[in-house]
C-alpha cells in the first residue's frame, strides 16, 4: 500500500487518507495510531526516504481485524 501512495522509489509525504489501517477512525485515533502503530511509523519513513519497495504490504486480514477491534472499542464507548 505504501508504494501505491508515490511509487517505489519516490520520495513524498504520507497520506493517512490512503492508509487502510487508518480508514474508519477517528482524527484523534488516527493521530495516535500514526504515532504508536510500527506498521504505520515504518511505511511514513519509508515513503519520506523513498524506500517504499522495502516494505511488506498491507495484509486484508490484519486490517479487518483491526476494523473490527476498533469498531468494537467505539461501540463499548458510546454504551458506556
Do not use: W
Not at 5 to 20: E, I, K, L, R, S
Not at 46 to 62: D, R, W
Amino acid at each position: 500500500m505504501c508504494s501505491n501512495q508515490f511509487g517505489a522509489g519516490n520520495a513524498g509525504v504520507f497520506d493517512p487518507t490512503h492508509c487502510p489501517l487508518l480508514q474508519g477512525l477517528t482524527t484523534e485515533e488516527a493521530d495516535r495510531m500514526m504515532a504508536t502503530d510500527p506498521r504505520i511509523r515504518a511505511c511514513m519513513a519509508a515513503i519520506s526516504s523513498g524506500t517504499t519497495n522495502t516494505l511488506e504490504p498491507c495484509v486484508a486480514k490484519m486490517v479487518k481485524a483491526h476494523d473490527a477491534r476498533a469498531a468494537k472499542a467505539r461501540a463499548a464507548a458510546r454504551v458506556a
